[in-house]
């Protein structure tokens, strides 16, 4: 930026109008200054060059003829002119002949320089020639002849002092000039700046939205284009106000609006999440009631598999265990249909033998066939794999579904499963299921896949409705798809083609017997608290544990069990969620809430009758080193049980599992999206929602930590990060979860050489995660609107 750049309008007008006047006068007074005064110190000069002549003629005479008398009245009458310091009169030999000084003379301009002039005094001389002479040659020749000098000493002082005077004079005056000239450039600087200047700062006062003009309009008599502007300005910045008052007018009618949608919309959410919490409850409340029996009844025949049985007995219990555990299966899926419905539906896929799959649905079937006279014929592939990776259990109940409604709309008469490699599509089977029954006709094929619907003429005890809905959506969670081919009267074809993965030389096979593949494990002297409030589930957990060796010991209720873990140290506790008095996880949070405890470090395992949302797992089983979901797997039973065991360090902190709920331990991200799809089990916008309100507390539960941890109130801390700990853990947050869960566990140990260390930390990463905020609401934002488009 140029320095002429930073000035204002005023004065770079102001500077335009001075700077060329100044610079002419200075000029003019510069130039006539030095002129006079050289003209002066000429003239001057020239005076007294013709003062010396002067006197060297008068001179000629008394030189001459030797009149020192004469040559010292020529001297003293002009000695005391100005200027003149001394007059010496000499000869042609240089001898003096006449001198003196100025009366007038100071010693001051005694010793100033002085400068002397010279003049000769000559004598003019005729050479004499006769008439006739001059005639012939011209007139006569003079000559001169120096016979003297005359020497004059001059004072320079006065005309020096005269010149300083002069220019003195000349600067007083030019500097008066330029003042006037100054003044007279501001005033019409002023004038030409201040409406433009005025203007400037209502442009700013628009530009910054103050559209009102100001109260000194501009003056309308004035003709030039500086008014013509400002006139026009302000009318543009009324016009413009006008305008923002309508549009401001417009928004504020447009928000209130919003708004009131907004609140119509957040009653209706309200209303909504109200609906979904009872209905979760609803299903927790059936899906205990009816898996606490399943239990029971999955538990016993697994026992009675293992006493000896003859061949008859033997068929009969793996049929109504393999009943059971396909009951449990449907039963997970028609409690969960929200799940269905949302189409978020886990996949588990596994090695398993397909021919051997499809012989157990239809051996499962064979009581059902039998009963409706219906003969069930199976044709397998050679090409097909004998192995393949898929979900078995929903491979399973795709087939059960239609080859029980194919046996159940074929009285007398006979069904066909039909295994074949698809002809277009690698790696994809088709399985047919063929029946020779009633048939379907046109309207009914196209509510075939609607909810709770039936075909015409089918009574109520034929089935829910929900059956081929379910397997429908099966097949999308599984890539898979359905055809059918009906004609009334004559039969239907339901084909479902399924695509799969090959199976590697490396695989590690498949389903085999328990005893074989899964060795129970010893548990011989180990002591072991059971908590549940059913009978069975106590008399069948007690037979399991104990014809591995353990030592037993079993109470009805959660107060129960914290008094005796209380008094008794045990190896391992197993505890049911629901209980009277106290849910299982109160329990265990009293009994780890002591450090005196015996049992504050023992593993401990969830029992659990419900469909373990991302809620429940969050707020009540993410405490526990493990769960397991009713009816129980023995194999996972145990498995469970071996690990805990062997892993477990019980001198230092609690065990907490590198597999359980199907979590990694080394996960690193600071927020995971498909563990928290996972844990929630729920669409996008509901995550939204939950996260929202999860990021919006951290900081507010934070410093709440801080303040009770800086007040020594450790007990309020430790509770106070625990819920951060299960809300971590239901958000899909593990760094957060892992680092809430080693704070609480130094927490509640009073360990006052590490709190420092494990809060900082726990700090940290919630900082981290609050930086990411937007991040994560927005993806998770795009993904509601893409699930919504």
């Known amino acids: 930026m140029s320095l002429i750049s930073r000035f204002q309008l005023q004065d770079k007008l102001l500077l335009l109008g001075v700077m060329p006047a100044a610079i002419v006068a200075i000029i003019l007074a510069t130039y006539l200054t030095s002129t006079r005064l050289n003209d002066m110190y000429d003239l001057l000069h020239k005076t007294n060059e013709n003062l010396c002549l002067s006197i060297a003629k008068s001179s000629v005479n008394g030189v001459f003829s030797g009149n020192l008398a004469a040559l010292d009245a020529v001297v003293r009458s002009v000695v005391n002119e100005p200027d003149i310091l001394s007059i010496k009169i000499t ?71 005269r010149q300083y005077n002069i220019l003195s004079n ?22 030409i700046s201040r409406p433009i200047l005025k203007l400037t700062r209502d442009v700013k006062n628009i530009t910054k939205g103050n559209y009102t003009p100001p109260p000194n309009t501009p003056n309308i008599s004035s003709k030039d284009e500086i008014a013509t502007l400002e006139s026009g300005v302000h009318e543009m910045a009324q016009q413009i106000n006008n305008h923002q008052r309508i549009l401001k007018q417009r928004v504020l009618e447009a928000t209130q609006e919003l708004r009131s949608q907004n609140d119509k919309l957040f009653s209706a959410q309200e209303e909504i999440l109200k609906s979904a919490d009872a209905k979760s409850r609803f299903i927790s409340h059936i899906s205990h009631e009816i898996r606490t029996p399943l239990n029971g009844i999955i538990g016993f025949l697994e026992i009675i598999q293992q006493t000896p049985l003859d061949d008859e007995q033997l068929k009969l219990v793996n049929a109504s265990h393999l009943s059971s555990k396909n009951l449990q299966t449907i039963i997970n899926e028609v409690l969960d249909f929200t799940q269905l419905e949302s189409g978020k539906v886990l996949i588990h896929k596994t090695n398993f033998e397909l021919k051997k799959a499809i012989q157990d649905a239809i051996l499962l079937l064979s009581a059902q066939a039998k009963e409706n006279h219906v003969s069930i014929n199976y044709q397998h592939d050679a090409n097909v794999p004998v192995v393949i990776n898929q979900d078995h259990v929903k491979f399973g109940q795709i087939l059960i ?58 009574t109520s005890d034929q089935g829910t ?18 055809k059918v081919k009906s004609t009334l009267g004559e039969g239907s074809n339901f084909t479902f083609s399924l695509p799969f993965t090959q199976v590697k030389d490396s695989y590690q096979a498949i389903n085999k017997p328990i005893a074989i593949e899964h060795p129970l494990p010893d548990l011989s002297s180990l002591n072991i608290l059971v908590a549940d409030d059913n009978e069975i589930n106590r008399l069948l957990l007690s037979h399991l544990l104990e014809k591995q060796h353990a030592n037993v010991t079993c109470v009805n209720d959660g107060q129960q069990a914290i008094e005796l873990a209380f008094k008794h140290p045990y190896d391992l506790m197993l505890f049911d969620l629901r209980m009277p008095l106290k849910m299982g996880n109160e329990a265990l949070f009293e009994i780890r809430n002591h450090s005196q405890n015996p049992n504050y470090k ?117 509770e106070a990060v625990h819920k951060i700990h299960g809300s971590a853990a239901y ?33 940290n990463e919630i900082q981290t ?15 509601t609107n893409n699930q919504e488009t």
């Open 602 to 718: 023992t593993p401990a395992i969830a029992i659990t009758a419900h469909i373990t949302s991302g809620e429940e797992k969050a707020h009540h089983i993410s405490s526990f080193d493990g769960y397991l979901i009713k009816p129980i797997d023995q194999v996972h039973f145990f498995a469970l049980i071996e690990q805990l065991l062997s892993e477990h360090d019980f001198d230092t902190q609690p065990f907490i599992s590198t597999t359980t709920n199907g979590d990694s331990a080394s996960n690193s991200q600071p927020f995971d999206y498909h563990l928290a799809k996972k844990s929630m089990n729920a669409d996008h916008s509901f995550m939204l929602i939950m996260l929202e309100k999860f990021l919006s507390e951290l900081p507010k539960q934070s410093e709440d930590i801080s303040e009770l941890i800086g007040q020594n109130n450790i007990v309020d801390a430790a």
């Open 769 to 783: 995660l609050l930086t990411l905020k937007s991040d994560i609401l927005t993806l998770l934002q795009t993904l």
């Open 731 to 763: 958000c899909g947050t593990p760094l957060l979860k892992s680092a809430a869960k080693k704070l609480e566990l130094v927490l509640r140990e009073n360990d006052k050489n590490n709190i420092q260390k494990f809060h900082k930390i726990f700090c």
């Open 401 to 458: 579904n239609l080859l029980s409604n194919a046996i159940k709309f074929s009285h007398q008469s006979s069904v066909i499963v039909r295994l074949k490699m698809n002809p277009y599509k690698q790696d994809v089977i088709d399985i047919s299921i063929i029946d020779h029954g009633i048939g379907i006709s046109g309207h009914n094929l196209k509510q075939l896949f609607q909810e709770y619907s039936q075909l015409d003429g089918a």
């Open 91 to 161: 000869d042609s030999a240089g001898t003096a002949l006449s001198y003196a000084n100025s009366d007038i003379a100071t010693p001051s301009l005694l010793s100033n320089p002085s400068k002397e002039i010279v003049q000769p005094i000559t004598l003019k001389s005729i050479e004499n020639t006769d008439e006739f002479d001059s005639l012939l040659v011209g007139p006569p020749v003079e000559k001169n002849e120096t016979i003297g000098y005359v020497t004059l000493t001059l004072s320079y002082e006065a005309i020096q002092q």
């Open 170 to 191: 000349t600067i007083y005056i030019t500097l008066f000039l330029l003042l006037v000239i100054a003044l007279i450039a501001k005033y019409f600087s002023a004038t």
């Open 465 to 482: 409705g929900l059956g081929l809905v379910i397997t429908k959506r099966l097949l999308n969670a599984l890539n898979g798809s359905i």
